[in-house]
Structure formats: C-alpha cells, structure tokens
C-alpha cells in the first residue's frame, strides 16, 4: 500500500513539471484540522530561505526538514522518491511560490488535499511584486532578494502556524517579531552599504535575473545574462548587448552563483577581453540557495549579509569584510582592486 501511496504521489510530481498554475500560490490548507500530536512538529521547507523563516518562527514547537540544500537550482529541482516520502510524513509543508519550485506545483496542491501546504509570498502585496516581461503575466519570484519585502513572508509563516497550532500561537508572534527585527537591521545595512557604491559604478551583472528585487530595493542597476528562470539560455545577441554595456559603462566586475553555472559569465569575460576591456569575477553570489549548512552564510541574515557586503566591496563601495556582524567566513568578500 505504501508503494501504490508513493507512486501515486510521484505520477502527481511528474504532472507538476508541466504546470504554471497560479493557483499553486496559495495556501491550500483551508479548513485543515488543528494540530493535535507529539512536539516538536515535523514541517518540511522547499528552499532554505523558506526553511529559515519557519525555524525562526516555529522556535522549540517545530522542526523543519528541508528539501533543497546548498548549490541546488529550485527553477530546475524535481522531488525524489525521498523527498515525497518526507513530504507524506510531514505535518505542514511550506514552500515559496510565485512559480519559484515550478516542477513541483501540482505536487503542493495535491498534498494540500490531505495536510497544511502554504506559499510563505501568499500576503505580500502585488504592489511590492515585480512583473517581467518574459514571465508573461506571472511574478517575478525572487523576492527574498528584497529583505523588506521578504520579511513579509514571516507574517505569512507566523499566521500559519498559528492556525495549525492555536496552543503555541502566541510563541509563533513573539518569535515573529524578533526575527523581523533582526531583518530591519539588515535592510539598514543594505541601504547604507551598497549606498556607498560610487553612483556610477552601480551596476550588478549577474549569471541570470535573481537579483532584480535586489537591486530596486538598494539602488543597482541590475542585469542578468539569463532570464528569471534557469531554463532559459543565454543568446548570443544578449551576451553582444552585454559586452557593449560593460565597455561602454566601463564596468570592471561582473558576478557569478552558487546554484547557476558560470559559462554565461565567462562568455561575458571573453567578449570583453576581446574588445580590450578587462573584466573580473567580483565573487560568486548565493541567489536562488543559501550558503553550506552549519555556516553562517548558510542562514538568510548570512546569505544577504555575504551578497550585500561582496557587491559593495566589490564595486567600490564601503562595507566591512566580515560583514554586518562580523561572521563572514567566505574567502572572496574583498575589496575592489
């Protein structure tokens, strides 16, 4: 019975590789029943910038599994036969939404038929959401880029949990409020950070278009090689247009991912060596994934403390190299040459 429950779930994942149902960005947990087992609960997370909110949030009450570790490309990610196991032996499922986890849509809103699944964007205003135009209607889902708008998400988080486990509602809000004061303080440091940056030298190249939330939110000028989605391919007509810009605008820094392969890059860099125009690496930025678990960058304080730090650094800008609190461990945050 087990076997039939799982390849059923798995028939359901398959299905959701070919599904950009809006509808998947929602909660689909209404009219669940209240919480009534064993503590701590057992939550599972897609990404970790999702996994960090809920365990800031859940505190002792919860505990959070999370399915897409360090490096990994959520646009690209396909559950496993694993990952549904742990799925079905969850109590509540939060993942991102806005198309984020695409392949596996359809999975949430089938599991959301039996048990708690929500979107942590569900309360974020479409005012504070960007619209690309190659999403076609969709939102750009990046938003953690952004630490204003995704401390949003923990209002989201807290009042999930809250519904679920009424005992603990009032833990849930107290840790809420805590946590989003830590991510005020980051936000501050963003604004004067990257507000350092000479006006002129504000100008982020990126492997793929992760990073525009980023950039409206602390005043870059931001370009991807790629789209919002890995799927997409760079063109060579995109990699001329943005060779054209680095020389023209005298960039000298471009930027690549942990979960995004760096040929796109390195096409950048041979274009501009070609024109006589020398561009460098500026150090690799965490954009769709967190950094290692167990490490600092490996929380999202530690994720947007590295990328703000580096970029300001980076493109000449003021900020100190262990960071907003001093924890950086990575060995690339180093002063623009």
Known sequence: MNRLIVGCLMIAVCAGCSSSDPAADSSSAD????????????????VGMVADIVRNVGGDHVNVSQLMGAGVDPHLYKATRDDVLSIMDSDIVFYSGLMLEGKMADTFIRVGRSKPVYAVTELIDE???????EMEGHHDPHVWMDVSAWSKCVDAVAQSLGEFDP?????????????????????????????????????????????????????????????????S?????????????????????????SSVSRKSIESLLEGAAARDHSVVVGGELFS?????????????????????????RALGGDAPAGGMQGKLTSHDISPAQ
């Open 167 to 231: 005992s603990h509602a009032d833990d849930y809000a107290k840790n809420a409020r805590a946590y989003q004061q830590q991510l005020t303080q980051l936000h501050a440091y963003g604004v004067k950070s990257i507000g350092s940056i000479p006006t002129g030298k504000r100008v982020l190249v990126t492997s793929h278009d992760a990073f525009n939330y980023f950039g409206r939110a602390y005043g870059l000028d931001v370009m991807g090689v790629q789209g919002i989605s890995t799927e």
């Open 31 to 46: 009219g669940m029943a209240e919480y009534n087992g064993s503590y701590p609960i057992n939550a599972i997370a897609t």
């Open 233 to 257: 391919e760079a063109g060579l007509k995109r990699i001329v247009e943005l060779v054209d810009m680095l020389v023209t605008r005298d960039v000298r820094a471009v930027f690549v991912e």
């Open 127 to 133: 005012t504070d959401l960007l619209e690309p135009e």
């Open 288 to 312: 769709d994934a967190m950094g290692p678990a167990g490490t600092y960058e490996g929380t999202y304080i530690g994720m947007l403390d590295h990328n703000i730090t580096l970029v300001t």
